[in-house]
Nanobody
Framework: QVRLVESGGDSVQAGGSLRLSCGTS????????MAWFRQSPGKEREGVAA??????????VYGDSVRGRFTISHEHAESTVYLQMNVLKPDDTAMYYC????????????????WGQGTQVTVSS
């Protein structure tokens, strides 16, 4: 059984930093793409960052709104994916979801097979 469990969400001031974690279990070698998505009320789910762990070094891609501020990484020994978020803005406020799949496509949430329950990030001005 596949499980993705996010943690690290919190309320912070604009300009602050947070690190989200996604612990994984049950994934097979076929699942080589891990990603973070976010969704706020009334908005569509947005791709934040993805990492393809089938290459060394891993390949990453970021959404336009977070590029240069967020960093996705994967710790193989811990089966954990991280999202380091710096210079947070109020627009970053959302529920953040970890996802796993086989297609390296941040624009298509439907290409991801497994999802966590989400962790809330709130950024105040």
């Amino acid at each position: 059984q596949v499980r993705l469990v996010e943690s690290g969400g919190d309320s912070v001031q604009a300009g602050g930093s947070l690190r989200l974690s996604c612990g994984t279990s049950g994934l097979t070698y076929m699942t080589k793409v891990m990603a973070w998505f976010r969704q706020s009320p009334g908005k569509e789910r947005e791709g934040v960052a993805a990492i393809y762990i089938g290459t060394n070094p891993s390949t990453t891609v970021y959404g336009d709104s977070v590029r240069g501020r967020f960093t996705i990484s994967h710790e193989h020994a811990e089966s954990t994916v991280y999202l380091q978020m710096n210079v947070l803005k109020p627009d970053d406020t959302a529920m953040y979801y970890c996802a796993a799949g086989r297609v390296f496509n941040l624009d298509s949430p439907t290409d991801f097979d497994y999802w966590g329950q989400g962790t809330q990030v709130t950024v105040s001005s």
